[in-house]
């Protein structure tokens, strides 16, 4: 393939509302004017990038029902009405996912000048109901037809059987993997807790220099993972600075074009970061509770590896990361996928992360990119890596960047093949488990006083001393036994399990 061919990102904005009154914000659509015009000037063509715009492609905003809110956009910024306009699905690797997309697209001939926005006016809508406002939001769009999804999975984010456990949002499901993963690594619970706070006070030395954060507030390792009552413990073993934070006023954009159309726009090759390969990968094993090992997850390796290959680059070549950061068991996750120690002295992140510069829905990557592109620019020669992660450690995006053309071409190979884990079967839990259980992967809940609420549990019954069936279970909803659960390590705990016809759900008492 032709060099002329190469993607490059040539333009990214981004946008942070600081606006307390609901009726004084901008509505989404304003916002996502706002980004995608800001990152047309950051090109150094201005508006007139939106002439030859032929893919313009938008992660919806929460609470932001128009017809069609990329159309709406996109007519809205004077996009060429012959342009492919796509919203997507939901998934907090969307941005990156569409990167590679575009990528794939440009290198093929396909697409020439790409536009990618999306966001997020949680805040602004929270704070109205509080008040009682209703928002007056822009609507419209023209309908979107059925191949105007981009990205669209029919598969929920949890099954019937995890409905019934109520282990429905990620506060619940993260903290399985952390459990899980500490004890593999052998982590004593205080050795663990204070990893937890070492690692993530960088994100939030990155946050406080980053005028785009949410909460732009260094604190100290202790600060984090020390449950008082202002950082009241939530699902075990993460206190409330250690959780993502959606309800969030931001946004971000960015502008794929190729080689050849950046010199044909006359946009100056400084603002160029080239997208040198990218992969994306999801678990055979979609559901949290189905995961054959709650330590692993080889989906996030694919994807990350995949994009490494491509590149022609190991991860010892990556000058800078952005690791999907929701909870830090996804960045745990990532340097154990990747064989980082924990605390490389590289950066994990270049925003702050998601519990610090903000998780703005499914759109965190559209501020993580647009923040790489600003730093690749500034750096000289150096190596990016951008990842995403969906639902919950489900689906992963990977791209890798850098301000320097690719040695070797851009021609894409096919992918790695999928790694030894991604071909273990699923582990389907019994719906009705009845007997003695070990203890694989868990989290206790609290309520917002602080005090444990609920037990999730993920094992195996005991069959005459050998694996058998895996169950998802809850615990009694007893204080002093959830307690106990939070005294020592509970992973490899053994108890009994029965089912409650009455309830659908599963009951874990431990021995």
């Given at each position: ?82 342009a ?14 569409a ?45 979107a037809?059925?191949d ?66 949410w909460f ?57 970061v ?49 690791f ?17 120690d ?119 019954l ?12 809850n ?37």
């Amino acid at each position: 393939m032709s060099s002329d061919r190469a993607p490059v990102l040539v333009g990214v904005a981004q946008y942070v509302g600081r606006e307390t009154d609901p009726t004084a914000a901008p509505d989404p659509l304003t916002m996502m004017i706002d980004v995608a015009t800001r990152a047309a000037y950051d090109t150094g063509v201005g508006q007139i990038l939106f002439d030859h715009v032929d893919a313009f492609i938008q992660i919806p905003l929460a609470f932001w029902t128009p017809v069609n809110g990329a159309a709406l956009t996109a007519e809205q910024l004077g996009i060429n009405p012959r342009a492919r306009v796509q919203n997507t699905g939901g998934g907090g690797e969307m941005g990156v996912l569409a990167a590679n997309h575009l990528a794939d697209e440009i290198m093929a001939g396909r697409t020439e000048v790409a536009v990618m926005t999306g966001g997020q006016a949680w805040k602004t809508a929270e704070r109205a109901k509080a008040a009682g406002v209703e928002l007056d939001w822009p609507t419209g769009g023209n309908p979107a037809g059925a191949d105007d999804r981009f990205a669209l999975t029919t598969k929920p984010m949890v099954s019937g059987l995890e409905e019934r456990h109520q282990l429905t949002r990620p506060i619940h499901a993260y903290p399985l993997f952390e459990n899980a993963l500490r004890a593999a690594q052998g982590m004593t619970l205080v050795e663990h807790a204070q990893r937890l706070g070492e690692m993530m006070t960088e994100f939030t030395a990155v946050a406080a220099a980053n005028p785009y954060a949410w909460f732009p507030t260094e604190r100290s390792a202790e600060e984090l993972a020390t449950p008082t009552a202002e950082n009241r413990m939530i699902g075990f073993p993460y206190t409330k600075y250690l959780n993502s934070v959606l309800n969030t006023d931001q946004a971000g954009a960015y502008v794929m074009t190729s080689v050849a159309k950046a010199r044909e726009l006359g946009i100056p090759s400084d603002r160029w970061v080239y997208w040198w390969g990218g992969h994306n990968a999801a678990e055979e094993a979609w559901f949290a509770s189905t995961r054959p090992n709650f330590a692993e997850c080889p989906s996030m390796k694919d994807s990350s590896t995949g994009a490494l290959d491509q590149a022609g680059v190991g991860v010892d070549d990556i000058a800078l990361f952005d690791f999907y950061s929701c909870f830090p068991v996804a960045v745990r996750m990532a340097c154990a996928m990747l064989g980082i120690d924990e605390l490389d002295p590289r950066p994990f992140t270049v925003t702050g992360g998601l519990p610090y510069a903000g998780g703005p829905g499914s759109a965190y990557n559209m501020n993580s990119i647009a923040a790489m592109v600003e730093r690749l620019r500034d750096a000289d020669g150096s190596i990016g890596l951008v990842t995403g992660n969906g639902f919950f450690l489900t689906k992963h995006a990977a791209a890798v960047l850098s301000a320097q053309p690719k040695q070797g071409g851009w021609d894409r190979p096919d992918g790695p093949p999928p790694s030894a884990a991604m071909e273990t079967a699923p582990a389907i839990p019994d719906e009705s488990a009845t007997g003695r259980g070990r203890i694989e992967a868990y989290t206790v809940m609290h309520d917002r006083d602080g005090q444990p609420s609920m037990g999730y549990i993920c094992g195996h019954l005991d069959n005459n001393g050998s694996e058998g069936h895996r169950f998802l279970a809850n615990t009694p909803e007893d204080p002093d036994l959830l307690r106990d659960l939070l005294a020592a390590e509970t992973v490899g705990r053994t108890g009994d399990v029965r089912y409650d016809a009455s309830t659908g759900r599963c009951i874990f008492t431990p021995a």
